[in-house]
């Protein structure tokens, strides 16, 4: 088991690559970073760094993949990963392989951030992000090629809901390609999945500015 360091709290002080690894429970590749006082840790590695590197996490970090960052030091236009929904909790979004987001812009007492889906959100100015992209791109482009190799992975076979018994799932029963059967689709568990489903008293729906598809919050 491979122990990344999400949390980048090792501040002020320089390391150096020394290996790509990978990690087979996770789709990007990890860094082995040798710092300047002894210690190993593995970081997600980003898309460009090399053995040899050097990488940093600082609030005077240079703007170089795998340097960490608080989002008031990064400047607007920036693509980050690996980034801090809560101050110090250590990173949460944007870990998967291939993945960016961008600094959108500052207001008041936020970090605005454009995240992969499209949704721009508020982030604490104070919350940490590492700059660049995750790295091993090319993850989402792997054939796996058969049945077994996804059994492999603990990936278990998946039937449609109507294919099912009516029993087992809402969208299920009717004479042969009957489709859905009923008048809104709904979850295994009877509740609604079209349109808005998103929680509305869900904590974080203050911090959304603009959610995927270009619909704008209110300010609030």
């Given at each position: 088991m491979r122990e990344v360091d999400f949390k980048r709290d090792k501040y002020d002080v320089w390391g150096k690559v020394e290996a790509i690894d990978y990690d087979p429970n996770r789709n990007a590749d990890l860094a082995m970073i040798l710092y300047e006082d002894g210690e190993r840790r593995y970081i997600l590695s980003p898309h460009g760094l090399k053995k040899g590197d050097k990488i940093i996490s600082s609030e005077a970090a240079p703007i170089e993949p795998g340097n960490a960052l608080p989002l008031s030091a990064i400047p607007v236009g920036t693509e980050i990963h690996n980034i801090e929904i809560t101050k110090g909790k250590g990173a949460q979004m944007v870990r998967g392989a291939g993945s960016v987001a961008t600094v959108f812009g500052k207001e008041e007492n936020w970090s605005l951030v454009k995240l992969p889906?499209?949704?721009?959100?508020?982030?604490?100015?104070?919350?940490?992000?590492?700059?660049?992209?995750?790295?091993?791109?090319?993850?989402?482009?792997?054939?796996?090629?058969?049945?077994?190799?996804?059994?492999?992975?603990?990936?278990?076979?998946?039937?449609?809901?109507?294919?099912?018994?009516?029993?087992?799932?809402?969208?299920?029963?009717?004479?042969?390609?009957?489709?859905?059967?009923?008048?809104?689709?709904?979850?295994?568990?009877?509740?609604?999945?079209?349109?808005?489903?998103?929680?509305?008293?869900?904590?974080?729906?203050?911090?959304?500015?603009?959610?995927?598809?270009?619909?704008?919050?209110?300010?609030?």
């Open positions: 889906s499209g949704e721009i959100r508020r982030f604490d100015p104070g919350c940490l992000a590492v700059i660049g992209q995750v790295g091993n791109i090319e993850s989402k482009q792997r054939v796996l090629g058969k049945a077994g190799r996804s059994r492999n992975m603990g990936i278990r076979p998946s039937v449609r809901g109507t294919a099912m018994h009516p029993n087992a799932h809402p969208h299920g029963g009717g004479e042969g390609r009957s489709g859905v059967g009923m008048k809104h689709p709904k979850t295994v568990y009877g509740r609604s999945a079209v349109g808005k489903t998103r929680n509305k008293t869900k904590y974080s729906n203050r911090l959304i500015v603009q959610r995927r598809g270009g619909v704008r919050e209110k300010l609030g």
